[in-house]
Structures are given as C-alpha cells and as structure tokens.
C-alpha cells in the first residue's frame, strides 16, 4: 500500500475523530464552552503536538535554522488561520442540540471537491496523473452523500 494512502486514512480517522470533543464542548446541551476558549485550546493541542513532533524528529533547534523558515511558518500560519475559521464554523454549528455529528459532517466534507478544483487550477494535477473522469464521479458521490445525509 501506497504511503499517502495510509497517511489518508490516518488523517480521515483524526478528522472523524475529533468532531465528537467539538460538539461535546461547544453543544448547548453538554458544556457550551465558549468559541474563544475552544479556540485556544484547539491552538494549545496544535502546539503541543507540533512540538513532540518536532521532538519525535530530533529536537527543534535545527528546524530554525532552514532557509526559508519564516516563509514556511507564514503559509503554516495562513493554512492554520483557514482551517480555524472552518473548525470554529462546525463548531458554532454544535451549538445547537439538534445538530447532528452523522448530518453536519459529511456536509463539511464538501470540502474535498474545493480542495480537488484548487489542486487542479493551482498545481496542474490533471499533467501529474490524476483522472478527471474519476474525480468528476467521486465528487458527485461526495455531493450526493453529503445532501442525503443533510435532508
């Protein structure tokens, strides 16, 4: 098995993952913390995971010290600012009771067809051989999944 394939389903389980503690913070019916705290704390597990990971890879001291460093953390931080404004919109979401995990997120996950057009126009995948025909038909079934489940 290809390694971007396991590295997929490792980030598909993370991400189904950790809608649960998203809504059991933010529900009116379970803790109803506030968009701001649950924000920090999203920003606190992202630095403690990035700096195990950093330490997991032989320390963070080297990694300062790349040439493009800063370049790296600028697009680092404008993906992560994204990614927030996402995550605090399901989350937002959650706060009403009658938000459903099962209905919510396979809507979000609309995203894949946005993230597939942007890799199309931006990195011109269509030449590094991705199958537009597959593509087409998988969206569709992203589409249709995602309303079923929404209705």
Request: aromatic share 10%; charged share 10%.
């Amino acid at each position: 098995m290809k390694t971007w394939v396991i590295a997929g389903i490792i980030a598909a389980f993370a991400y189904g993952v950790y809608s649960i503690p998203l809504k059991y913070l933010s529900s009116d019916k379970y803790l109803k913390a506030p968009l701001e705290l649950i924000a920090l704390g999203l920003a606190l597990g992202v630095v403690v995971t990035a700096a195990g990971f950093a330490w997991l890879r032989g320390g963070g001291t080297a990694m300062f010290s790349a040439p493009n460093v800063w370049t790296y953390l600028l697009i680092g931080a404008a993906a992560g600012s994204v990614w927030l404004i996402g995550t605090l919109t399901v989350t937002g979401a959650f706060r009403d009771p009658a938000t459903n995990v099962a209905q919510l997120i396979p809507l979000v996950n609309a995203n894949t067809l946005v993230a597939v057009v942007l890799g199309l126009i931006f990195f011109n995948e269509l030449q590094n051989g991705a199958d537009l025909g597959k593509i087409v038909i998988g969206g569709s079934l992203i589409m249709v999944g995602g309303y079923i489940l929404s209705a």
